[in-house]
């Protein structure tokens, strides 16, 4: 028995298993995009850790950033006392935003979840309206208030929080108002949502909260002027509109924030993940006429913006900075092959329904039956958690179904990998279309 079966036996016998369904690896060490098991097999990384490894794992500067602050101060947060490395992540933070005078005032949480809750209690200071509202296919964590609005789960928590709307989010592929050109769609949802605004919630709204593109909701991407169609109907009523950029930002739809390509500026933006080269922070971004709705002692967290998280944070922003056109330009150029290589895979294999993305976010749809639509949701697991993982890949499922497999190399991804990444779906696409008869 290998090393890795031993650990998984005792690990099955302790913890709280299938609580998420995951790989069957044990890791010990990850570089760039490479992940090394403890019996020394290598995966290339095309989940990223849910798109955390942004720059690859352990981007040169993190690690000693990190141990050098680790021997100086390790207990601590942003709330009992500051710390220069508090207003260095702070600094860093804002200049990655390009309007200055929209974004800046940052307070930094523990993860992508609290950032939302936090700008929701923003929002709802800086309004004093009550309803929020939340666009279907979102995910913006699994708090017991982010949880509740996942569709996916639920049902688990019970009904929604009071003062909550769900409004349809324009998903060009399955459109919830029927077949229908993706603009007219956008069109469509943006009329529902004003319809609620006025007759649901009394125009008693404080924000509405979005991701510019839904990840675990499956990759899907809005039509190009769906947001700002969105921010007119939302200014109308003084409404905030909060983006989640938890997943898109930081350069992985191939500029720095997914709203850049929307033509938007959101009032409050979210960002964790890839600014945080892996422990754990999220930043919430506005202006200071909106910061200024909340007060002293409205916050607080016991590890919150520690010194060791924040030097974490700056060493990774300055390491994007600096590199910031090479990365973004690679991100463009990989993103455009990895496209026209996957519509090389939907020309041949039936089983993909559709592929869609921006920059180095995509999303491969699986259906069993192209007309239908019908969600390939065991198969799409299958691929993931077994016959690419075999084949040294690793890859992640998202989507309401389950049947979206999730394509997010780092920035620094290779042509070379992308090849790899793409003949390893070719042929595990191949075999599951022989086995279940997929024509
Ligand atoms: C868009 C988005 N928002 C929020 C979250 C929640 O972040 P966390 O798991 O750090 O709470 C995630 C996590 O996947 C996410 O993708």
Redesign the pocket.
């Known amino acids: 028995m290998g090393r890795t079966e031993e650990i998984l036996k005792e690990l099955d016998e302790y913890l709280m298993t299938n609580l998420y369904p995951t790989h069957r690896i044990v890791v010990r060490e990850a570089r760039d995009i490479y992940v090394y098991d403890v019996d020394g097999n290598a995966y290339l990384d095309f989940m990223t850790v849910?798109?955390t490894a942004l720059l690859g794992h352990n981007p040169p500067g993190l690690a000693d950033a990190i141990t050098e602050t680790a021997k100086r101060l390790i207990a601590g947060n942003g709330y009992n006392w500051y710390t220069e490395e508090l207003l260095n992540a702070a600094k860093a933070v804002l200049s990655l935003f390009p309007d200055r005078n929209m974004y800046n005032k940052v307070h930094f949480k523990?993860?992508?979840?609290?950032?939302?809750e936090l700008a929701l209690k923003i929002a709802k200071r800086y309004t004093k309206n009550t309803y929020v509202m939340y666009l279907m296919g979102?995910?913006?964590?699994?708090?017991y208030l982010?949880g509740s609005y996942h569709g996916m789960r639920r049902k688990e928590y019970g009904p929604l929080p009071p003062g909550t709307l769900i409004a349809p989010f324009p998903y060009p592929y399955r459109c919830p108002f029927g077949d229908m050109p993706p603009e007219e769609c956008g069109k469509a949802a943006v009329e529902t949502i004003e319809y609620y605004i006025n007759y649901v919630a009394i125009k008693d709204v404080c924000c509405l909260v979005t991701?510019p593109i839904?990840?675990?909701g499956g990759i899907v991407v809005p039509p190009k002027d769906f947001f700002e169609r969105l921010k007119r109907v939302l200014d109308t009523y003084g409404i905030l509109l909060i983006f989640?950029?938890?997943?898109?930002g930081m350069g992985r739809t191939g500029t720095t924030w997914a709203f850049e390509q929307f033509n938007v500026k959101p009032d409050i933006v979210?960002a964790?993940?890839g600014m945080t080269g892996g422990l754990?922070a999220?930043a919430v971004v506005t202006r200071k006429e909106i910061a200024s709705a909340m007060q002293l002692n409205d916050e607080h967290s016991t590890f919150g913006a520690s010194a060791l998280i924040m030097a974490a944070v700056k060493a990774t922003v300055d390491y994007y900075n600096m590199h910031k056109e090479e990365l973004l330009s690679n991100a463009k150029r990989m993103g455009e092959y990895a496209m026209k290589r996957l519509m090389e895979l939907y020309d041949k294999h039936p089983l993909i329904g559709e592929v869609r993305g921006l920059g180095l976010m995509i999303g491969i749809e699986l259906v069993k039956n192209r007309k239908t639509k019908e969600p390939a949701t065991k198969e799409t697991s299958d691929i993931c958690l077994n016959r690419a993982l075999k084949r040294g890949v690793l890859f992640v499922t998202s989507g309401w179904n389950g049947n979206v497999i999730r394509f997010a190399p780092p920035l620094t991804v290779k042509q070379e990998h992308i090849d790899k990444a793409i003949d390893v779906l070719d042929k595990s696409l191949g075999e599951v279309e022989r086995e279940e008869n997929i024509k």
């Open positions: 849910v798109t523990l993860s992508g979840s609290e950032g939302i979102g995910y913006h964590g699994r708090t982010t991701e839904q990840g675990v989640d950029e938890v997943q898109s979210v964790a993940k754990p999220s």
